[in-house]
């Protein structure tokens, strides 16, 4: 069956986790990504939390599948040589260098387009223009300087970052989507063009709920669906709110049987204005369906802490698959929280291939997550990630160099 960005090759100049992100979508979605790296090293990752001595860890290879590695040394002048013929050839080129190591491998704008006016140049940098937009950034960074740490966490203790790499793999998220745009505008414009995701703005822009919350605080100095209501103080900034919902629909985490010894022995509980009978009869609280003070979700704001309180008292009965399926009866939104080995187990994921297992020369069998976005025209099969260099000769012959060729590239250490 066809792909969606069958004909679409792409340049890949990522490494660590943002960039790649982006170029392994493209990759899912059918691109064809040649991935160049510094001869003998390679991408940092191949060689960061290794688990297995010697093999590509599985950083590198959970967020490189299905593209090809070249490894080509671009500040030789012969390397540079092959690279401009890979410009030509290609039709995206995705970086996300330190600020300005593009420029200073002499990768200009104008080099490029004077080589290939139809190419696009997609960058990942940690700032936009800016007091900062000279920065070297990582992810966690990204999370503090984006807003996303200032309002994660208990409003006791400090700022927190979240698991969900969103400052990498979001960014990469939106880099990618950038880039289709970019190809999509390319037809009929006949013109590549710069796209620019910094991780800054895009984790901002999965915080976008709190910059409308910090808004709302401004106006009326209090937020009502955060737990610092009724009895807590409101200060200026939009404050950390544990496990508030974030939305209009008031929900927490509660405990579940076993948590005394379990860590994820917890469901997240939502108390849906349209269910509060249901959530009332499930608990045993009938009364609180007319009681004034439970009856609307005004009320109930002011007493929160004791509803989930109550709520808990029910969910410390059952584990949290036992309530899932008691609260799904009643259409209660509900989620358990899932420990990384309780969903790497998930028969679901895996027959969506949202779970994949990967067959890799060198380490064996290992667990990734597979494309998330599921198009039905254009299924995605997981390839495992490329050794580095593996594709260093076929992709040179593509570009017309002769064996001859590539050893004497080889001899010089270009390759
Ligand atoms: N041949 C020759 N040189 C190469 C090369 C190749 N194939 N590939 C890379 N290089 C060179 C670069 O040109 C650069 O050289 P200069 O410093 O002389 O210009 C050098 O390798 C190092 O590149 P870098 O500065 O990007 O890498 P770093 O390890 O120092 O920094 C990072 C890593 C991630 C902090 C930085 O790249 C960055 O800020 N990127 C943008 C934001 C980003 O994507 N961050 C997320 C990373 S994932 O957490």
């Not at 704008?109 to 080589?115: A, D, G, N, P």
């Not at 970052?161 to 037809?187: F, M």
């Not at 404050?239 to 929900?251: F, H, K």
């Amino acid at each position: 069956m066809s792909k969606a960005l069958d004909g679409v090759r792409i340049l890949d100049f990522t490494h660590v986790q943002s960039g790649p992100t982006c170029t392994q979508l493209l990759a899912w979605l059918g691109a064809d990504v040649i991935k160049v790296e510094k001869a003998g090293e390679g991408d940092a990752t191949r060689g960061q939390l290794r688990d297995i001595p010697d093999v590509d860890s599985l950083y590198f290879t959970m967020l490189n599948h299905n593209k090809r590695s070249i490894t080509l040394d671009t500040k030789n002048p012969k390397g540079k040589e092959v690279l401009a013929a890979l410009i030509k050839e290609c039709d995206v080129l995705v970086e996300n260098f330190a600020p300005g190591a593009l420029d200073r491998m002499g990768i200009t704008w104008k080099y490029v387009q004077e080589l290939n006016p139809r190419m696009i140049v997609a960058s990942v940098k940690g700032f936009g223009p800016g007091r900062y937009q000279d920065c070297k950034v990582y992810e966690n960074v990204a999370q503090c300087a984006g807003g996303a740490a200032s309002t994660t966490g208990f409003d006791d203790g400090p700022p927190m970052v979240t698991g969900a790499q969103i400052g990498d793999s979001g960014t990469g998220l939106h880099l990618a989507l950038g880039i289709v745009a970019a190809l999509y505008q390319r037809n009929s414009t006949g013109r590549g063009q710069k796209v620019l995701a910094p991780m800054q703005d895009g984790v901002l822009n999965l915080c976008r709920v709190k910059l409308r919350d910090q808004q709302r605080l401004e106006r009326t100095h209090v937020l009502t669906e955060y737990p610092q209501y009724p009895d807590g103080k409101f200060g200026d900034a939009v404050p950390r709110a544990g496990n508030a919902s974030g939305g209009g629909q008031p929900g927490w985490i509660l405990k579940c049987k076993g948590w005394e010894t379990d860590p994820n022995a917890y469901i997240y509980f939502i108390t849906q204005a349209a269910v509060w009978p249901a959530i009332c009869k499930v608990i045993g609280e009938e009364s609180w369906i007319t009681d004034p003070a439970y009856a609307t979700p005004p009320a109930r704001l002011l007493h929160l802490k004791p509803i989930f309180q109550r709520i808990e008292q029910w969910t410390m009965t059952k584990t949290k698959f036992e309530a899932m399926e008691i609260l799904n009866e009643f259409d209660i939104p509900c989620g358990p929280i899932l420990s990384m080995k309780e969903i790497a187990a998930d028969e679901s994921l895996r027959a969506s291939g949202t779970i994949v297992e990967v067959e890799h020369p060198k380490r064996g069998k290992y667990l990734s997550v597979g494309n998330p976005i599921k198009l039905s025209d254009s299924p995605t099969e997981v390839r495992r990630s490329p050794l580095l260099g593996e594709h260093t000769d076929e992709v040179l012959a593509e570009l017309g160099y002769s064996k001859d060729a590539i050893a004497a590239l080889r001899a010089e250490r270009v390759i």
